[in-house]
């Protein structure tokens, strides 16, 4: 078994959305075809993932570097002991030949989308839909179904704080009970006003989070911090710079409330750091390193043996994303809920039908790997690879 060809296209996220930092109109989302030369049903087996949501397309490092080391790798150099399916673990490594460490930027987005394909492709071998596989690899039963929350609460050219509440009672009639907003992209009693309109929807502070993505500077951080203490939120997100752990401390000692962080974080070193100097508290705070943003799965589970070791239960991980992969990763994995962003991020973001299970809740379908092929959405995209 081998792999015969990898293929990647950059696709323009759809929305024109912006949270506190960036305009998401310009982000690129890249998908990766991984051909092997396993026939089922007249077509050669084909294991699909793309880098997560919310950056950009990776196709020059992703041609330059890693696809052609993948292709390159000497027969049964990417498979398992047994022969019959891919061996992640070894493909990272091999994709990583020659890159010094440090620097986890763009590259671990890159190797991502290849990574994860790889487990595409052994759920795809096996028939069985990805949280299987990712489970059984790890020793552990997949969850039926996942909490889910939806992300959105963007800040939109006219009328922003007028809409949000519209917005927020849309998700709610799509079956979400809980919600995240976008904090930092207005004075900040103007956000104060968006908050208190997303209370009256969400019913209570425990529903409702808010994300400043590291737009804050300490004083700033704290200011906020005091004004929504009271509300009791579900959560404080990414206040400062991903990598200020000092800030990200500081933040908690005089917030009290839960936080959370780790979007922006790309490999088990900066996870590290996190756990020691950043305050973190086990049993309350939430993580959301995303296995597409930082090298794939394989880290990702690392990360999570990093948090266990100091003490973090995984059911305080909350993957950034809001998409398939995280589903299925979360469900195989045991994490404590994943994202959606229901309408945006288009055409990656959100669950295909027969996912929404109402009530706050999604599960992965029986569909085999992670089902990109189920999501509507999709569907001219995965043409534009794969024909
Ligand atoms: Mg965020």
Same mark, same amino acid.
């Given at each position: 078994m081998r792999i015969t060809?990898?293929?990647?296209?950059?696709?323009?996220?759809?929305?024109?959305?912006?949270?506190?930092?960036?305009?998401?109109?310009?982000?690129?989302?890249?998908?990766?075809?991984v051909y092997t030369d396993v026939w089922r049903g007249g077509r050669p087996l084909v294991g699909l993932a793309f880098n997560s949501i919310g950056r950009y397309a990776q196709g020059g490092l992703l041609r330059e570097r890693f696809i052609p080391r993948l292709l390159a790798a000497e027969a049964g150099a990417l498979l398992d002991e047994g022969g019959s399916a891919f061996d992640p673990a070894r493909a990272l490594r091999l994709m990583l030949r020659n890159e010094k460490p440090g620097g986890h930027g763009d590259r671990a987005a890159a190797v991502a989308a290849l990574e994860l394909a790889l487990w595409d492709l052994n759920a795809k071998l096996r028939d069985e839909p990805a949280c299987v596989t990712i489970a059984r690899h790890f020793g552990r039963a997949p969850a039926a179904d996942m909490e889910v929350y939806a992300a959105g609460g963007y800040y939109y050219p006219r009328d922003s704080t007028g809409r949000l509440a519209d917005?927020?009672?849309?998700?709610?009639?799509?079956?979400?009970?809980?919600?995240?907003?976008?904090?930092?992209?207005?004075?900040?009693?103007?956000?104060?006003?968006?908050?208190?309109?997303?209370?009256?929807?969400?019913?209570?502070?425990?529903h409702l989070a808010v994300d400043a993505n590291g737009r804050f500077d300490l004083d700033t951080a704290l200011a906020y911090a005091e004004r929504l203490q009271p509300y009791g939120l579900r959560w404080y997100e990414e206040a400062g710079d991903p990598l200020d752990y000092a800030l990200q401390r500081r933040l908690i000692e005089g917030y009290g409330g839960c936080v959370a962080t780790g979007e922006n974080l790309f490999s088990c070193a900066d996870v590290r750091n996190?756990?020691? &100097? #950043? /305050?973190?508290? $086990? *049993?309350?705070?939430v993580f959301q390193m995303d296995a597409g943003l930082s090298y794939g799965l394989t880290e990702y589970?690392?990360?999570?043996?990093?948090?266990?070791?100091?003490?973090?239960?995984?059911r305080q991980a909350h993957p950034h994303g809001g998409h398939l992969i995280n589903l299925h990763i979360g469900a195989g994995l045991g994490l404590g809920g994943c994202?959606?962003?229901?309408?945006?991020?288009?055409? &990656? #973001? /959100?669950?295909? $039908? *027969?996912?929404?299970?109402?009530?706050?809740?999604?599960?992965?379908?029986?569909?085999?790997?992670?089902?990109?092929?189920?999501?509507?959405?999709?569907?001219?995209?995965?043409?534009q690879l794969l024909d």
């Open positions: 060809e990898i293929r990647e296209l950059s696709v323009p996220l759809q929305g024109n959305i912006a949270n506190a930092l960036v305009n998401f109109s310009e982000h690129t989302v890249s998908l990766v075809a917005e927020l009672r849309g998700l709610r009639e799509q079956g979400y009970v809980a919600f995240k907003i976008k904090i930092g992209g207005a004075p900040l009693a103007q956000d104060v006003e968006r908050v208190e309109a997303a209370l009256e929807v969400a019913r209570g502070g425990r996190l756990l020691h &100097f #950043g /305050g973190m508290r $086990p *049993g309350v705070d589970a690392q990360m999570l043996a990093l948090m266990e070791a100091a003490g973090f239960d995984r994202e959606a962003y229901p309408g945006v991020f288009q055409p &990656f #973001g /959100g669950y295909p $039908p *027969g996912c929404m299970l109402g009530n706050g809740r999604v599960r992965p379908t029986s569909a085999p790997g992670f089902g990109l092929e189920e999501k509507p959405e999709l569907a001219p995209v995965l043409r």
